[in-house]
Nanobody, 123 residues
Framework: QVQLVESGGGLVQAGDSLRLSCAAS????????MAWFRQVPGKEREFVGS????????YYADSVKGRFTISRDNAKNSVYLQMNSLKLEDTAVYYC????????????????WGQGTQVTVSS
């Protein structure tokens, strides 16, 4: 079992930056690939990006590519989502997730989930 807790969400203006963190506890964090998803009410959970166990491969949805960066620190059992040039459409609840493979975009492929953190981008 892996417990995940996201933090760092908040209210920002369009064009601002924000960094989300996800702290893991439980089973060996470095055994898992990690991903970030986001969800707005009435819509399916959307893949944002993922990173492999070692942190040397990252992969992003087209909607965030070039603006968002995922990193991880296995010594600190943490994964991060750096979000730059935020847009109104980035408003969502952001979730981190742990799974066996980094290249899956489907939420069903991820095993453990955090409770989410709200990011609101205003104009």
């Amino acid at each position: 079992q892996v417990q995940l807790v996201e933090s760092g969400g908040g209210l920002v203006q369009a064009g601002d930056s924000l960094r989300l963190s996800c702290a893991a506890s439980g089973r060996a964090f470095s055994n898992y690939s990690m991903a970030w998803f986001r969800q707005v009410p009435g819509k399916e959970r959307e893949f944002v990006g993922s990173i492999n166990r070692n942190g040397n491969i990252d992969y992003y949805a087209d909607s965030v590519k070039g603006r968002f960066t995922i990193s991880r620190d296995n010594a600190k059992n943490s994964v991060y989502l750096q979000m730059n040039s935020l847009k109104l459409e980035d408003t969502a609840v952001y979730y981190c997730a742990a799974g066996d493979s980094w290249y899956f975009e489907q939420s069903s492929e991820y095993i453990f989930w955090g409770q989410g953190t709200q990011v609101t981008v205003s104009s």
